[in-house]
């Protein structure tokens, strides 16, 4: 008899996302089984519970996905789940926690994209200012852009003293600078952009952060990215079908259905690697970037 593609969905909070179950069940898995209120310490014994479950030849069926809303702890779970493993009973894991990592790679690789062929250039060197760095698509696409080459600044609207806490936790983490500041005011906010080469949206949905009046003031922004579908825009200007459209301030944007789109297929691919390996898989937010850019072809 044929064995059936299991997905058991780990979250810390109390209920997983509709959204991913929808993109696991498209993707090829046919059971999708939800566990809520998880803590650090129960995924080991999930994990284990999972893998002696059946037969080494039948583990690249089973997989774990990451739910929640904390970029840190959802790569701490990783981590803990991979060090679960008793070779060879082993099984692939992919944490997204709240969407966070496909979405950030979704608007990077978009990003790089129109660097890459409206510019003839890259994230080398380049000013990034981050609204909404204090949440996990602004705080992950940051860290993606050091990685390469870019120097990043994260904005908080309630201050320095979150953001400055994040910028050390990556630093930590992942070895890069990222530079903290305040957002608490719009003049702070507009004191960033006379020198952004790029500037990202990742604030709350339904919330516009940045004016156009403000905007203005970015004379040399090459991209604005937005991820909000809900209106209105976090940077007033961009339309939610923008792809690489001119905006009012003088720069290309891209609006969060087209990222969203590049999303949409980032996770639903890696659903798919996880159903098809042969070997298993640990799929973090580098795995989530390169997908992205595959799809992209760059």
Same mark, same amino acid.
């Given at each position: 008899?044929?064995?059936?593609?299991?997905?058991?969905?780990?979250?810390?909070?109390?209920?997983?996302?509709?959204?991913?179950?929808?993109?696991?069940?498209?993707?090829?898995?046919?059971?999708?089984?939800?566990?809520?209120?998880?803590?650090?310490?129960?995924?080991?014994?999930?994990?284990?519970?999972?893998?002696?479950?059946?037969?080494?030849?039948?583990?690249?069926?089973?997989?774990? %996905?990451?739910?929640?809303?904390?970029?840190?702890?959802?790569?701490?779970?990783?981590?803990?789940?991979?060090?679960?493993?008793?070779?060879?009973?082993?099984?692939?894991?992919?944490?997204?926690?709240?969407?966070?990592?496909?979405?950030?790679?979704?608007?990077?690789?978009?990003?790089?994209?129109?660097?890459?062929?409206?510019?003839?250039?890259?994230?080398?060197?380049?000013?990034?200012?981050?609204?909404?760095?204090?949440?996990?698509?602004?705080?992950?696409?940051?860290?993606?852009?050091?990685?390469?080459?870019?120097?990043?600044?994260?904005?908080?609207?309630?201050?320095?003293?979150?953001?400055?806490?994040?910028?050390?936790?990556?630093? #930590?983490?992942?070895?890069?600078?990222?530079?903290?500041?305040?957002?608490?005011?719009?003049?702070?906010?507009?004191?960033?952009?006379?020198?952004?080469?790029?500037? %990202?949206?990742?604030?709350?949905?339904?919330?516009?952060?940045?004016?156009?009046?403000?905007?203005?003031?970015?004379?040399?922004?090459?991209?604005?990215?937005?991820?909000?579908?809900?209106?209105?825009?976090?940077?007033?200007?961009?339309?939610?079908?923008?792809?690489?459209?001119?905006?009012?301030?003088?720069?290309?944007?891209?609006?969060?259905?087209?990222?969203?789109?590049?999303?949409?297929?980032?996770?639903?691919?890696?659903?798919?690697?996880?159903?098809? #390996?042969?070997?298993?898989?640990?799929?973090? %937010?580098?795995?989530?970037?390169?997908?992205?850019?595959?799809?992209?072809?760059?």
């Amino acid at each position: 008899m044929t064995k059936k593609n299991i997905l058991h969905m780990i979250s810390p909070q109390g209920n997983v996302s509709p959204f991913d179950v929808n993109m696991a069940c498209d993707a090829g898995y046919d059971l999708v089984i939800p566990y809520t209120n998880v803590n650090l310490s129960d995924v080991k014994g999930l994990v284990q519970d999972a893998i002696f479950s059946r037969s080494v030849s039948n583990a690249k069926k089973t997989g774990v %996905f990451i739910c929640g809303k904390d970029a840190s702890l959802a790569l701490d779970m990783l981590d803990t789940a991979k060090k679960s493993m008793v070779p060879p009973f082993e099984v692939s894991v992919f944490p997204d926690p709240a969407g966070s990592f496909t979405t950030a790679a979704a608007m990077v690789a978009c990003t790089e994209k129109t660097l890459k062929e409206k510019f003839k250039t890259n994230f080398d060197n380049k000013n990034i200012i981050i609204y909404g760095g204090k949440g996990i698509v602004g705080g992950i696409s940051a860290i993606m852009c050091a990685q390469n080459g870019a120097k990043c600044t994260i904005v908080g609207y309630d201050g320095i003293k979150n953001v400055q806490k994040k910028a050390d936790e990556y630093k #930590t983490r992942y070895g890069v600078d990222i530079i903290p500041a305040d957002g608490s005011t719009d003049e702070l906010n507009s004191s960033y952009l006379p020198d952004a080469d790029i500037i %990202f949206c990742a604030a709350r949905a339904g919330t516009q952060v940045i004016s156009m009046d403000q905007l203005n003031k970015a004379k040399n922004v090459k991209i604005l990215a937005d991820v909000n579908a809900v209106p209105p825009a976090g940077l007033e200007g961009v339309g939610l079908k923008d792809d690489n459209s001119e905006h009012p301030c003088g720069g290309l944007s891209i609006g969060p259905l087209t990222s969203g789109d590049i999303k949409v297929k980032t996770q639903y691919k890696m659903f798919e690697k996880m159903c098809a #390996t042969d070997t298993p898989l640990y799929l973090n %937010f580098d795995e989530a970037l390169k997908t992205s850019r595959e799809i992209l072809k760059l």
